[in-house]
């Protein structure tokens, strides 16, 4: 079975301008989160969507949002890009399911640089 | 109370040693305590989780203590190889898929 995959794996942005990231789940899979991981606040939980349906939320500003195709593939998208917004963004992927294996799969991330 | 403390922050052994990392949380709804292992360049590799009501789980050479009691859970890396040398992070589920994750052990094996 193929991992989970993420596009691009670099991207280099100015600050101000916006940016949007794709991730494809393992097949079969209907739950995706987003991580964003920094050298200063470690590995932080963006959303999650099941279902084409944003299930969780994490603590960070409105200029990060997403969305889950009916296909379960999801996007990320980050507007009015600020420096802090410079780090490894993660996609994991799991069943998802209520009750069943809690699972999550990483994807290798995709490297954002703000300049 | 979302926290998950995690250490050492680095630990360094001799090839074959047993590593020891721990981590603790006070949330008592998280559900689910899985650990990464994560490699430069590499997104986070699932290793070894376990439930609430497990007191140990074994996976190879990768071994998890959980105390519930205590709310502490802990990762052995038996007979390790500087193959194992990555961070590992250790984590918590909470309300379905949203992991809290702990700071990170960078580990270093040498032979």
């Known amino acids: 079975k193929a991992g989970v995959t993420q596009t691009p794996r670099y991207l280099i942005k100015t600050r101000g301008q916006q940016v949007t990231l794709s991730c494809s789940p393992i097949?079969?899979?209907?739950?995706v989160s987003w991580y964003q991981q920094t050298p200063g606040q470690g590995l932080q939980f963006l959303f999650e969507y099941f279902s084409e349906t944003q299930r969780n939320k994490g603590n960070f500003p409105g200029r990060f949002s997403g969305r889950q195709f009916s296909n379960s593939r999801s996007e990320m998208n980050v507007s009015t890009l600020e420096l802090g917004d410079s780090a490894l963004y993660l996609c994991?992927?799991?069943?998802?399911?209520?009750?069943?294996?809690?699972?999550?799969?990483f994807g290798p991330g995709t490297r954002l640089t703000v300049t | 109370q979302q926290q998950v403390k995690q250490s050492p922050q680095s630990l360094i052994v001799q090839k074959g040693g047993i590593p020891i990392i721990n981590c603790a949380y006070e949330n008592t709804a998280f559900d689910y305590f899985p650990w990464y292992q994560q490699f430069p360049g590499k997104g986070p590799a699932l290793l070894i989780a376990i439930r609430p009501d497990v007191s140990e789980k074994k996976e190879g050479r990768f071994t998890i203590s959980f105390n519930k009691s205590a709310k502490q859970f802990s990762l052995h890396i038996m007979d390790s190889q500087p193959g194992d040398s990555a961070t590992y992070f250790c984590a918590a589920n909470l309300y379905g898929n949203k992991l809290v994750f702990g700071a990170g052990t960078i580990l270093r094996v040498k032979s």
């Open positions: 994991a992927s799991s069943l998802g399911t209520s009750g069943l294996s809690y699972e999550q799969y």
């Open positions: 097949s079969g899979h209907r739950s």
